[in-house]
């Protein structure tokens, strides 16, 4: 089966590697270039994307990683994740950088100050059962997609109703809440499903 990497510079990469365990797949974590080239895939965790950016460059893995998502390898960011696949990304550090890939702008953060963390019920299109149990924590949400991308999931009410927090384009899956902490698996299966698809 396939080998799917966790990179694992900083964030909650102990919980995407239990649930890729738990789908039935080799899992490793990423932390040198030579550990990527041995991984078919790659899950960008949550965490602090300016942090993520840093080490990804300290480390010699931010070209690398640009490189392999350019040449087609499947990966999965949630939260963090999702700002590093973002080809755009307002209220970042200025010297922050992602890897892009996904053709869209996420605004980091973007939720605001009274609502740092939250849950709400969100259905992603493609993912059959009940509405996910999703957890924001300090997260970004999508304001603009490109033709190419597929918008699988928005808030569904409140204030932030319709606001993107779901996405896919091609081999590239990004989410801004965090299924690696609540023990569904839907999400990773389907980055399973993708990658296993790719090979
Ligand atoms: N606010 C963080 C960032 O900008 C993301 C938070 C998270 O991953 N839970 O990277």
Same mark, same amino acid.
């Given at each position: 089966g396939p080998t799917v990497g966790v990179? *694992?510079?900083?964030?909650?990469v102990r919980e995407h590697l239990r649930a890729l365990v738990e789908c039935g797949v080799n899992a490793r974590s990423v932390r040198r270039p030579e550990e990527l080239d041995a991984v078919d895939a790659l899950i960008i965790p949550g965490g602090e994307s300016t942090t993520i950016s840093k080490l990804a460059i300290e480390f010699g893995l931010a070209d690398p990683v640009r490189k392999r998502i350019g040449e087609g390898m499947p990966a999965y960011g949630s939260c963090a994740g999702m700002i590093m696949l973002a080809g755009e990304v307002l209220d /970042? !550090?200025?010297d922050q950088e992602s890897f892009a890939g996904i053709d869209m702008t996420v605004r980091r953060n973007a939720f605001g100050r009274q609502v740092d963390s939250f849950e709400a019920p969100v259905r992603l299109d493609g993912v059959g059962g009940p509405a996910f149990h999703a957890v924001f924590i300090r997260a970004p949400w999508v304001e603009r997609v490109g /033709?190419? =991308?597929? =918008? @699988?999931?928005? @808030?569904?009410?409140?204030? *932030? *109703? /319709? !606001? @993107?927090v779901a996405v896919r384009q091609g081999n590239l899956l990004a989410t801004a809440f965090h299924p690696e902490l609540t023990g569904d698996l839907r999400v990773h299966r389907l980055f399973v499903d993708l990658v296993r698809e790719a090979q």
């Open positions: 990179l *694992a510079l900083q964030g909650d /970042g !550090r200025p /033709g190419d =991308v597929q =918008v @699988i999931g928005t @808030i569904e009410d409140g204030p *932030a *109703a /319709g !606001r @993107i």
